[in-house]
Nanobody, 123 residues
Framework: QVQLVESGGGVVRAGGSLRLSCAAS????????FGWFRQAAGTEREFVSA????????EYANHAQGRFTISKDDLKNMVYLQMNSLKPADAGVYYC????????????????WGQGTQVTVSS
């Protein structure tokens, strides 16, 4: 059974940084991709970034480009999201998700989700 567990959220001031982690278990991920999504209260889940497990290819939403960096550790089955220059608009629950097949930026295509980790950015 695939399990995704996020950690690393917290409260940070605008301009600060956080590093989110996603621990993945329960499967071999060589053919898959991992994505990070976020959801603020009253809004739909929004794509942030994704990474291909075997290729290391990355994709970023416009709002994340240049400030966020997604990475992975193959040996530890970990996926990370380094977030710099955080803004109040970046606040929300951040989710790690596993894509089996589909479009990286489409939340509907992801098969497994973690429970999320809260990010709060104060101005």
């Amino acid at each position: 059974q695939v399990q995704l567990v996020e950690s690393g959220g917290g409260v940070v001031r605008a301009g600060g940084s956080l590093r989110l982690s996603c621990a993945a278990s329960g499967a071999t991920f060589s053919q898959h991709a991992f994505g990070w999504f976020r959801q603020a209260a009253g809004t739909e889940r929004e794509f942030v970034s994704a990474i291909g497990w075997s290729t290391g290819t990355t994709e970023y939403a416009n709002h994340a480009q240049g400030r966020f960096t997604i990475s992975k550790d193959d040996l530890k089955n970990m996926v990370y999201l380094q977030m710099n220059s955080l803004k109040p608009a970046d606040a929300g629950v951040y989710y790690c998700a596993l894509l089996i097949l589909g479009t990286w930026a489409d939340a509907n295509d992801y098969a497994y989700w973690g429970q999320g980790t809260q990010v709060t950015v104060s101005s």
